[in-house]
């Protein structure tokens, strides 16, 4: 593995995910691995998952780890081409990521959706000039469209969740927000799920649809419950429109999911990202439930991140 932004970096996804359940079984067996090397972390936007996973991880293969949280702490970033430097920006992130390259071995960067220019961020605008500009392996903690790190901890919990010989039905279901969020967590697991040998299926209100680049011929239902029938484990999330960007069209009826809405399903097992809006996109008794294994999924972040790191590490000299 060379870099990691999406799933096409992945040779062999179902070897990757039986990597990082060795690597849970046994968290501490290639501490020497990254012993003289270092990754830089670099932060353009909030974390305490990503940011936390991916600092164990890193350590518990030996590697020096660099945290940057380059929206605080650095200088102010310009990041148009043939920009004239003359107003609030100070350090071009050419620049910045030169100066990355002398220091680290990786460079892993988190860089939300504007939400601002549906061109820029479907061209991946600030994660595209990482990837021009890097000389050594890049790792995306979260893009403008995907968070692939989140996706692999995703796969890794369904595999770990479910032993019978059926395809699972897996359904990824929109939910409420007070706020225009971007699609990067819906379009990622969308993308990691038709290299899954599941059954899978998206769930959205009209208007929700996420970018077809992602969900290629993947089926969308416009209703919930009958999504949501006989599912064996389902995906909460939200996300803003994506035709028409950002926006927040109105929706009709409830679609916050509870315990009501689970006795349509296979007694199905309960996934959201993190951070969730209690009652708002589920409900109390679905978070504390016993169907939730929302935290289990938390705690294998830190599995698909060194699992990752230590592929990238075998083709670093």
């Known amino acids: 593995m060379k870099k990691f932004t999406s799933v096409s970096d992945v040779e062999n996804l179902q070897e990757i995910i ?28 909030s974390s305490l998952r990503t940011r936390l996973s991916s600092q164990i991880a890193a350590q518990n293969l030996g590697l020096n780890v660099l945290t940057l949280n380059a929206a605080q702490e650095a200088w102010n970033l ?5 920009a004239v430097m003359n107003g609030d920006t100070v350090e071009h992130i050419k620049d910045a990521i030169e100066v990355l390259n002398q220091y680290c071995d990786i460079i892993a960067v988190r860089c939300f959706a ?30 403008a469209t995907r968070h692939p790190l989140q996706s692999l901890a995703d796969c890794i919990t369904i595999t770990e969740n479910w032993n019978k010989e059926q395809k699972p039905k897996v359904v990824l279901t929109w939910a409420p927000h007070i706020k225009p969020i971007a699609q990067a967590v819906g379009n ?44 064996d484990f389902i995906y909460v999330k939200n996300w803003s429109s ?39 996109e589920l409900s109390d008794e679905v978070m504390d439930g016993e169907n939730s ?4 999924q938390a705690k294998n972040r830190i599995f698909s991140a060194q699992a990752v790191f230590s592929e990238i590490l075998d083709n670093i000299k």
């Not at 310009?78 to 043939?82: C, H, M, S, V």
């Open 18 to 45: 039986k990597k990082a359940l060795d690597i849970k079984a046994d968290p501490l067996s290639e501490t020497e691995k990254g012993k003289g090397k270092t990754i830089g972390l670099v932060f353009l936007n």
């Open 78 to 82: 310009e990041f148009a081409d043939g």
């Open 114 to 143: 504007g939400m601002k220019s549906k061109e820029d961020d479907v061209n991946e605008s600030i994660l595209s000039q990482f990837e021009q500009h890097a000389k050594v392996p890049v790792v995306s903690l979260e893009s």
């Open 188 to 231: 990622s697991f969308a993308e990691w799920m038709q290299e899954m040998d599941v059954d899978f299926v998206i769930a959205n209100p009209e208007g929700y649809d996420l970018d077809p680049a992602f969900t290629k011929d993947t089926k969308v239902i416009h209703d919930q419950d009958e999504a949501l029938k006989d599912a």
């Open 242 to 280: 994506f035709d028409d960007y950002a926006a927040m069209p109105e929706v009709k009826g409830d679609w916050m999911l509870t315990n009501d809405k689970l006795a349509n399903t296979n007694d199905a097992k309960v996934m959201h990202c993190l951070p969730v809006r209690r009652n708002v």
């Open 293 to 296: 294994i929302i935290y289990q």
